[in-house]
């Protein structure tokens, strides 16, 4: 299982951002998938998960109603859009999948995507 994250960078606060992950179809039909993130000096926490057979989704309280995760089978992406941004997500976002079910660790792991926001 391969996993591809991008499109973090350097955003102000109230911005907007999405993250982008590619994999393969199969990943998306067989794994629930998720976005986890570590800031500095923190534990690595998931942020969001979609599951794989029904679609749907979850979210950490400290990001619902401003982040937005989706999928393409047809592009083999899975999303994360990231609104009203604060400083406080600022952190290494990655893109897994199998999420455990306390949601401390994954099956599979992309590389991180840096997300900076500034104050």
């Known amino acids: 299982v391969q996993l591809q994250a991008s499109g973090g960078g350097l955003v102000q606060a109230g911005d907007s951002l999405k993250l982008s992950c590619t994999t393969s179809?199969?990943?998306?039909?067989?794994?629930?998938m998720g976005w986890f993130r570590q800031a500095p000096g923190k534990e690595r926490e998931i942020v969001a998960t979609i599951d794989r057979s029904t679609g749907d989704t979850s979210y950490t309280d400290s990001v619902k109603g401003r982040f937005t995760i989706s999928r393409d089978r047809a592009k083999r992406a899975v999303y994360l859009q990231m609104n009203s941004l604060k400083p406080e997500d600022t952190a290494v976002y990655y893109c897994?999948?199998?999420?455990?079910?306390?949601?401390?660790?994954?099956?599979?792991w992309g590389q991180g995507t840096l997300v900076t926001v500034s104050s």
């Open positions: 179809t199969y990943t998306l039909v067989w794994f629930t």
């Open positions: 897994a999948a199998g999420p455990s079910g306390d949601g401390r660790d994954a099956q599979y």
